[in-house]
Nanobody, 120 residues
Framework: QVQLVESGGGLVQPGGSLRLSCAAS????????MGWYRQAPGKQREMVAT???????NYADSVKGRFTISRDNAKNTMYLQMSSLKPEDTAVYYC??????????????WGQGTQVTVEP
């Protein structure tokens, strides 16, 4: 099994910054693509940013220029640096990882989510 644990969420004022982390552990041979997703109350889960094992990134238009996704492959950890936060960024943020496990089995895993609240 594989566990993804997010941390770094919290309450921040508009214009502020937060850094989320997602640490993967367990039966891991290789972590392929990883990504951050978010879900606001009453809305569907949406992609925020993704990153390949080689470091190629993709961002939702709503966060381009404000958020930066990165990863440390040696630590099996992914980060999301969020700046210039807006109230509309308020959501539960989830990390996702496509993991290749021993014997070549690949599965997608989700973390439990971390709350980000942006308000005065």
């Amino acid at each position: 099994q594989v566990q993804l644990v997010e941390s770094g969420g919290g309450l921040v004022q508009p214009g502020g910054s937060l850094r989320l982390s997602c640490a993967a552990s367990g039966s891991i041979l290789r972590i392929n693509a990883m990504g951050w997703y978010r879900q606001a109350p009453g809305k569907q889960r949406e992609m925020v940013a993704t990153i390949t094992s080689a470091g190629s990134t993709n961002y939702a238009d709503s966060v381009k220029g404000r958020f930066t996704i990165s990863r440390d492959n040696a630590k099996n950890t992914m980060y999301l640096q969020m700046s210039s936060l807006k109230p509309e960024d308020t959501a539960v943020y989830y990390c996702n990882a496509l993991v290749t496990q021993p014997y070549g089995v690949s599965n997608s895993y989700w973390g439990q989510g971390t709350q980000v609240t942006v308000e005065p």
